[in-house]
């Protein structure tokens, strides 16, 4: 098995910041279920679960929100700090040497260009920890994620999970420039603000 660098705690962007998890980020993680399309497999249930509390829990117990060496980092605006969503890395359906990646924005930050830009940082720090593939899986009625995936060179593959219910998962996969990984000699290394 290979071994691969840890995706770093915190990225920046001209416009944004990607961080670790606040426990004070619960009542906002929370709103993004609360948004959900009815079609999404993790929505609130009829108890009004999971509760701010049962997300704080989560928060507390595994900060980055997914498998050692991957995470979810919360994503906020540089300019006034709001909270408006998340991006990084998990296994979800992929693995630890090819994991998926995953994000999600609250409805006001749609429209903005945040999801391609926080995306495009963590595909970027992906390549540094030595990771040469990543996938997406993505159902087949959002296109706003698929626009995304496209900006970032992600293609569709031959697999698709099927679910008449929810309808199917298209997976999404891209090869990650090992350039990105490997700075030239005499740079000095590399920085997590992406431009």
């Known amino acids: 098995m290979a071994t691969y660098g840890e995706l770093p705690a915190e990225l920046a962007t001209e416009r944004l910041r990607l961080r670790r998890w606040l426990v004070s980020d619960a009542e906002?993680?929370?709103?993004?279920?609360?948004?959900?399309?009815?079609?999404?497999?993790?929505r609130i249930d009829a108890d009004g679960n999971p509760t701010v509390e049962d997300i704080r829990g989560w928060l507390v117990d595994n900060p980055l929100a997914a498998d050692p060496g991957l995470g979810l980092l919360p994503i906020e605006?540089?300019?006034?700090?709001?909270?408006?969503?998340?991006?990084g890395l998990i296994v979800g359906q992929g693995s630890v040497d090819e994991p998926e990646i995953a994000y999600e924005l609250a409805r006001r930050a749609h429209g903005h260009g945040y999801a391609t830009e926080a995306a495009r940082a963590v595909v970027e720090a992906a390549a540094r920890t030595?990771?040469?593939?990543?996938?997406?899986?993505?159902?087949?009625?959002?296109?706003?994620?698929?626009?995304?995936?496209?900006?970032?060179?992600?293609?569709?593959?031959?697999?698709?999970?099927?679910?008449?219910?929810?309808?199917?998962?298209?997976?999404?996969t891209r090869v990650l420039d090992q350039a990105v990984a490997h700075p030239t000699a005499g740079t000095g290394g590399w920085t997590n603000e992406v431009r």
């Open 130 to 172: 030595g990771r040469r593939r990543l996938w997406a899986t993505v159902r087949e009625w959002n296109t706003a994620s698929f626009r995304v995936l496209e900006k970032l060179d992600f293609h569709r593959s031959d697999r698709v999970t099927k679910d008449d219910e929810r309808g199917d998962s298209i997976w999404m």
């Open 28 to 42: 906002e993680y929370r709103g993004l279920w609360v948004e959900r399309d009815p079609r999404a497999l993790r």
């Open 77 to 87: 605006r540089r300019d006034t700090g709001e909270f408006i969503g998340y991006c």
